[in-house]
């Protein structure tokens, strides 16, 4: 299995509260994404990385924010959390060939 | 107009069935293709991916690209109870496709 795992992996948290989610690797890939799945929409770009503190948006960024200190986390952040984005979140990584691509087991959020 | 556009089912088969799994994309310069396979509550896993044009085999899967129609298919042979999933196409922009929720009953 590749090096990619996600924490935490289920979190039930109030409206307007804080929540960072973590993905970490070993893989020392270079680029590393943040999705969220939902029903009817399958997976949406939220933001990516592209190296240490290089990262841009994607698709669905608005409520959302993200850090890249390290090769090997991605930090994902809702600054206050509302029920909309009551989602699946699954991380990416991805080498320099397309087929070091992997994801992550997914984090679970539920914003009541 | 999205990038990529998929049906998202579900779609149901009996076991032995060819099952035949669409997208359409638009922007013609993305340059390979991937096909990725998701189980119930778990994350993707990279499938196959095709280069350009043309035909990929691997196994019981085929993957197709049309280019000239901006047209990918994957087709599974025999389809299995335990080709159960969702698959999601992607473009090498890393962008998804909804995703086809397929069953396939014994």
């Known amino acids: 299995d590749a090096g990619i795992t996600q924490s935490p992996r289920h979190k039930v948290t109030e409206t307007g509260t804080p929540v960072t989610l973590r993905c970490h690797q070993t893989?020392?890939?270079?680029?590393m994404y943040w999705y969220r799945q939902d029903p009817g929409h399958g997976l949406r770009l939220i933001h990516y990385?592209?190296?240490?503190?290089?990262?841009d948006k994607g698709e669905v960024s608005d409520g959302y924010s993200v850090s890249r200190s390290k090769t090997e986390d991605f930090l994902l952040t809702l600054e206050s959390a509302t029920s909309s984005q009551t989602s699946v979140y699954f991380c990416?990584?991805?080498?320099?060939?397309?087929?070091?691509?992997?994801f992550g087991e997914g984090s679970w959020l539920t914003v009541v | 107009q999205k990038e990529v556009e998929q049906d998202p089912g579900p779609l149901s088969v009996p076991e032995g069935a060819i099952v035949s799994l669409n997208c359409t994309y638009s922007?013609?310069?993305?340059?390979?293709f991937m096909w990725y396979r998701q189980y119930s509550r778990k994350g993707p896993e990279l499938l196959m991916y095709?280069?350009?044009?043309g035909n990929k085999e691997d196994g019981r899967f085929t993957a197709q690209v049309d280019k000239s129609s901006k047209y990918i298919s994957l087709f599974i042979r025999d389809s299995q109870p335990s080709d159960s999933a969702t698959y999601l196409c992607?473009?090498?922009?890393?962008?998804f496709g909804a995703g086809t929720r397929l069953t396939v009953k014994p």
């Open positions: 990416a990584i991805k080498g320099d060939s397309v087929n070091t691509i992997y």
């Open positions: 893989e020392n890939h270079r680029y």
């Open positions: 990385s592209y190296g240490v503190k290089d990262t």
């Open positions: 922007n013609s310069a993305f340059q390979y």
């Open positions: 095709t280069y350009s044009s």
């Open positions: 992607a473009p090498n922009d890393m962008r």
